[in-house]
Structure formats: C-alpha cells, structure tokens
Nanobody
Framework: QVQLEESGGGLVQPGGSLRLSCAASGTTRDYPAIGWVRQAPGKEREGISCTSGTDGTTYYADSVKGRFTISRDNAKNTVYLQMSNLLPEDTAVYYC????????????????WGQGTRVTVSS
C-alpha cells in the first residue's frame, strides 16, 4: 500500500505562485512514478505532470508547460509541484498519484491517489 498526502493548496491571485507537496509513504518502491492530476469544476480530470522514479524524466501537459515545474526530493519521499503565473483556469482540486511509470500516467492509470488539495485562483 502507498499513502499519498497533498498539501499546499489555497487561494492565490492571478499571476501568483503556489507550491504543492505530495508526501508518499508505504511500499513506494513498487510505484516510483508520481504524477499530478487536477479536476476543475465541471471538467474531466486532467493529467498535468509526472516524474519518473528512475531516470528523473518529467512530463507536462501543454496547458501548464512553462508555468509549472515538478520536482522530487527522494530523501523525503516527497514530490513538489511549483506553480507560477497562475490563471483562473488553473482553479481545481489537485491530486497526486503513484504509478509504475509515467507512461501509465498518460492514461491516468494510477494505482494510488491522494485525497486532493484545492487551489483557487481568484482576485
């Protein structure tokens, strides 16, 4: 079992920045890839980023590329999502999720999910 806990969400103004954290515990060795998925009100879930657990390869959706950065602190078993230049359309519940590799994450095929953290971008 893998437990995932997101934190760092909140209210931020357009153009602002926010850093989300995803702390993982349990049998993380079997599920080394961590991705971020968001769901905006009335929208489908959207995979926005993923980082592999081996070679450090990262992936970004076009909607966030250039604005968001995913990173990993292996010692803390924590993955971060640094969000900059936030837009109102970034408003969503953000989930982190664990999978075998980021190729699986492209189809939202994640084995474990966190509870989500809400991000609201508004003035």
């Amino acid at each position: 079992q893998v437990q995932l806990e997101e934190s760092g969400g909140g209210l931020v103004q357009p153009g602002g920045s926010l850093r989300l954290s995803c702390a993982a515990s349990g049998t993380t060795r079997d599920y080394p890839a961590i991705g971020w998925v968001r769901q905006a009100p009335g929208k489908e879930r959207e995979g926005i980023s993923c980082t592999s657990g081996t070679d450090g390869t990262t992936y970004y959706a076009d909607s966030v590329k250039g604005r968001f950065t995913i990173s990993r602190d292996n010692a803390k078993n924590t993955v971060y999502l640094q969000m900059s230049n936030l837009l109102p359309e970034d408003t969503a519940v953000y989930y982190c999720a664990a999978t075998w590799g980021c190729n699986y994450g492209l189809g939202l095929d994640y084995a474990y999910w966190g509870q989500g953290t809400r991000v609201t971008v508004s003035s």
